[in-house]
């Protein structure tokens, strides 16, 4: 294998992994500005609108643990096509949708089919090709897909909404759906296998291991025998409950609670975005940094989890006490896109750090399956609840810094390695 082609191999492995991940937070990020008019247009109550977010990040978790069985046996193509499909189907479908249970269809399961094919793919795939004292770095440029996509896709739904002169949430979801097919069937043409299928070692593979033998490899089973896979899931758990709450409600929390125009809370939701262009590779750099200062690298990752629960935690406290103080509220933004940076990829680090990468999309597709099938379909859901019932979103986000503090908790308990059992005995 030429050096020329191993180079664009891993090139075309960072672009249709950035692609995917522009097209899940598509999704995520729009949500929050396409719900008030969708709920009003439709006279549903906030509950019945969350719910559909909340049904599609529940099939979005199924779909995830199918898309890790696919990448471990056949790469990332076969994924991706399906995600070309279904994410352009999910838009385009729900713009037409005139009752309840189409939207429930539409927006919930074949929106979650289509986000479900692309976190797992891109996140184990970047890990599969990038380890060690790379990884970090590789995962932070990727990860920029995620703020670019909630700062651009956030202005044109509120500038095609403001044009249409109605509010018009179907044209948005109809461009939408054009502009996630259009980037998906790209990521298709681009896709790669494993870098074993070419005779290839990921990038930061060390040749000193090589030299003291191949690593373990843990098979599904195996790995959820110990608990560090149970202390990362339930890290990851918690702090999606909290993000996901904090991205669905946090522009309603601002015009409502705080009484901003829709505008002002748009530009600076789309502010988070903005950060996060700068964050993502920064922190992406400093994980890795972290990790040439540790004795392992989970331990190293390990330390990046706790100090992201912790800034999560911190945002929320700013949102609520901050008042009248802007400043503050921006703070609070720039902290949110700290731990955005951090988590993420940090949970898939840490398990292909204690596990390794030949079936992290088997370990890490049913890890996604757990979390994303309980902690954005609660957090979603309850971030509606809890308005309905008390009539503002404070307890909302009351909610999500308990869930973040929770998440700190487990990232503390994390073990910095496992020891190795056959049988009853240790190794």
């Given at each position: 294998?030429?050096?020329?082609?191993?180079?664009?191999?891993?090139?075309?492995?960072?672009?249709?992994?950035?692609?995917?991940?522009?097209?899940?937070?598509?999704?995520?990020?729009?949500?929050?500005?396409?719900?008030?008019?969708?709920?009003?247009?439709?006279?549903?109550?906030?509950?019945?609108?969350?719910?559909?977010?909340?049904?599609?990040?529940?099939?979005?978790?199924?779909?995830?643990?199918?898309?890790?069985?696919?990448?471990?046996?056949?790469?990332?193509?076969?994924?991706?096509?399906?995600?070309?499909?279904?994410?352009?189907?999910?838009?385009?479908?729900?713009?037409?949708?005139?009752?309840?249970?189409?939207?429930?269809?539409?927006?919930?399961?074949?929106?979650?089919?289509?986000?479900?094919?692309?976190?797992?793919?891109?996140?184990?795939?970047?890990?599969?090709?990038?380890?060690?004292?790379?990884?970090?770095?590789?995962?932070?440029?990727?990860?920029?897909?995620?703020?670019?996509?909630?700062?651009?896709?956030?202005?044109?739904?509120?500038?095609?909404?403001?044009?249409?002169?109605?509010?018009?949430?179907?044209?948005?979801?109809?461009?939408?759906?054009?502009?996630?097919?259009?980037?998906?069937?790209?990521?298709?043409?681009?896709?790669?296998?494993?870098?074993?299928?070419?005779?290839?070692?990921?990038?930061?593979?060390?040749?000193?291991?090589?030299?003291?033998?191949?690593?373990?490899?843990?098979?599904?089973?195996?790995?959820?025998?110990?608990?560090?896979?149970?202390?990362?899931?339930?890290?990851?758990?918690?702090?999606?409950?909290?993000?996901?709450?904090?991205?669905?409600?946090?522009?309603?929390?601002?015009?409502?609670?705080?009484?901003?125009?829709?505008?002002?809370?748009?530009?600076?939701?789309?502010?988070?975005?903005?950060?996060?262009?700068?964050?993502?590779?920064?922190?992406?750099?400093?994980?890795?940094?972290?990790?040439?200062?540790?004795?392992?690298?989970?331990?190293?990752?390990?330390?990046?989890?706790?100090?992201?629960?912790?800034?999560?935690?911190?945002?929320?406290?700013?949102?609520?006490?901050?008042?009248?103080?802007?400043?503050?509220?921006?703070?609070?933004?720039?902290?949110?896109?700290?731990?955005?940076?951090?988590?993420?990829?940090?949970?898939?680090?840490?398990?292909?750090?204690?596990?390794?990468?030949?079936?992290?999309?088997?370990?890490?597709?049913?890890?996604?399956?757990?979390?994303?099938?309980?902690?954005?379909?609660?957090?979603?859901?309850?971030?509606?609840?809890?308005?309905?019932?008390?009539?503002?979103?404070?307890?909302?986000?009351?909610?999500?810094?308990?869930?973040?503090?929770?998440?700190?908790?487990?990232?503390?308990?994390?073990?910095?390695?496992i020891n190795l059992r056959v049988g009853s005995k240790r190794l």
């Open positions: 294998m030429g050096t020329k082609k191993e180079y664009w191999y891993r090139i075309s492995v960072i672009v249709t992994s950035w692609l995917a991940v522009f097209c899940l937070f598509g999704y995520r990020a729009t949500f929050a500005l396409l719900k008030d008019p969708m709920s009003i247009q439709q006279g549903w109550s906030q509950a019945q609108v969350s719910l559909g977010y909340s049904l599609m990040m529940l099939f979005y978790a199924f779909t995830a643990f199918v898309s890790g069985l696919l990448l471990d046996r056949w790469g990332t193509r076969p994924a991706y096509i399906v995600a070309a499909i279904f994410s352009f189907l999910g838009f385009f479908l729900t713009s037409y949708i005139s009752n309840f249970q189409l939207y429930l269809f539409t927006f919930g399961l074949l929106g979650g089919i289509a986000t479900g094919m692309l976190w797992v793919t891109s996140t184990v795939s970047v890990r599969k090709w990038f380890v060690g004292k790379t990884y970090g770095t590789i995962w932070g440029v990727v990860f920029i897909g995620a703020p670019i996509s909630q700062l651009f896709l956030t202005q044109l739904t509120q500038y095609i909404m403001v044009q249409s002169g109605t509010d018009d949430w179907r044209l948005a979801m109809r461009i939408l759906g054009f502009l996630m097919l259009v980037a998906m069937l790209l990521a298709v043409l681009l896709a790669k296998r494993n870098p074993e299928h070419y005779g290839l070692h990921p990038s930061g593979y060390s040749e000193e291991k090589e030299k003291r033998g191949k690593e373990r490899t843990f098979t599904l089973q195996e790995s959820y025998g110990y608990y560090a896979i149970w202390g990362v899931i339930l890290t990851f758990l918690f702090s999606m409950m909290a993000e996901f709450l904090i991205w669905t409600q946090i522009v309603s929390y601002w015009t409502d609670d705080l009484l901003w125009s829709r505008l002002e809370a748009v530009r600076t939701y789309s502010l988070i975005g903005l950060l996060g262009i700068f964050s993502m590779p920064l922190f992406g750099i400093l994980s890795d940094k972290v990790v040439k200062k540790s004795r392992s690298e989970s331990e190293g990752r390990k330390a990046m989890l706790i100090f992201g629960t912790a800034i999560g935690l911190i945002a929320c406290i700013l949102q609520l006490y901050a008042g009248d103080f802007r400043l503050l509220i921006f703070f609070a933004c720039l902290l949110f896109a700290i731990y955005w940076a951090i988590i993420p990829g940090g949970v898939v680090g840490y398990a292909g750090a204690v596990f390794g990468e030949k079936n992290l999309g088997k370990i890490w597709g049913l890890a996604t399956l757990i979390v994303m099938g309980i902690g954005p379909f609660t957090g979603t859901l309850m971030g509606g609840w809890l308005k309905d019932i008390s009539g503002v979103y404070r307890y909302s986000i009351l909610f999500s810094l308990f869930s973040f503090l929770l998440a700190m908790i487990f990232a503390l308990s994390l073990p910095r390695k």
